[in-house]
């Protein structure tokens, strides 16, 4: 049984908007850190964005185009994706780890521990 379900992906234009969700049904997600992570072909994973108790962390090249949120009733994580660009095309992942052990920043290591990972969710951004 998948811990972490993605979804929202799509192919979109240069310009376009994306919002991608992860399902988190089996958590109760307010005590956790969450991370959006993305592994284009050829290139290492990359931390996109986190949030852990109240704070945000967004790696440079998404700054004011990319937005993250979360709804612990609903049990739910959220990516907004504006104005997209040719290079966010990636295969995108949701993380999750206790808040207590992590920081936003900290979160958004690749290499650090996660306690779930999603299955990923494709972005296509192209002409």
């Known amino acids: 049984q998948l811990q972490l379900v993605e979804s929202g992906g799509g192919s979109v234009e240069p310009g376009g908007s994306l919002t991608l969700s992860c399902a988190a049904s089996r958590f109760a997600l307010e005590h956790y850190a969450i991370g959006w992570f993305r592994e284009a072909p050829g290139k290492d994973r990359e931390g996109v964005s986190c949030i852990s108790e109240g704070s945000t962390y967004y790696v440079d090249s998404v700054k004011g185009r990319f937005t993250i949120s979360r709804d612990n009733s609903k049990k739910m994580a959220y990516l907004q994706l504006n104005n997209l660009k040719p290079e966010d095309t990636a295969i995108y992942y949701c993380?999750?780890?206790?808040?207590?052990?992590?920081?936003?920043?900290?979160?958004?290591?690749?290499?650090?521990?996660?306690?779930?990972w999603g299955q990923g969710t494709q972005v296509t951004v192209s002409s």
């Open positions: 993380a999750i780890r206790l808040a207590a052990a992590t920081s936003a920043p900290e979160m958004c290591v690749p290499s650090a521990k996660k306690d779930y």
